[in-house]
């Protein structure tokens, strides 16, 4: 742990659930701040800004600003630019995420590309539909995440990677997909920060997208017991964990930090 100089930490399930504070977090991450060590919130939370999230968040007292915070949105944006410039997307998603989109060219007809982002109301049948036409039709499917369902603190929620598997069966195509797992996501993460893998540190409640992605990039990987955290799936998991916590609040003493 003496290498490490920045710690990568998911929000939804690790700091809190359904935005509020799991017990120990703050105090957690003000210890992290205090000893140098850079930080990033990675988070495939789609229903939100970055400005809102980190507003959010502050409120619950966490110090954090928007600089702190990568979405799936905003990588999602700035890979469409990169890779697809000028394409005319169709977004499927719950939540207002205009502000992190950046320039991109949002239509109802003739897409390029259909997006999908995070489950809601709005993927019902009508919607979902019309997403499997544009595909059938030669559109171009990304995908901000694969989250089969996140915790809330009324129980497991169904997401929208649930939906992308039929999506991808049906119309015989499979998404590029922008937010956590994808390798590109952490390597904007460490660019963000000035580090390389083996000095970072990956902390989440999904044993696949977080934490064994996460070390698939070269970051050593940390799973907490909150969140989403399921001992069934821990056990029948792609891989074994670096390390395995109770909580985020246990993070600064396996890190050697003082509180």
Known sequence: MDSVRAVLIDIDGVLTVSWKPLPGAVEALRAIRAAGLGVALVTNTTSRTRASIAGTLSGAGFEVS??????????????????????????????????DLGDLTLVEESPDVVVLGGAGTEFDYTALNRAFGHLQRGARLIAMHRNLYWRTDEGLQLDSGAFLLGLEKAARVEAEVTGKPSPAFFGTALAQLGVSADRALMVGDDIESDVLAAQRAGITGVLVRTGKYQPETHEHASGTPDHVLDSFADLPALLGLAQ
């Open 66 to 99: 928007a600089r702190d915070v990568l979405t799936a949105p905003a990588v999602t944006a700035a890979h469409l630019a990169e890779h697809f410039p000028g394409a005319r997307c169709a977004l499927l998603n719950s939540g207002d995420i205009g502000e």
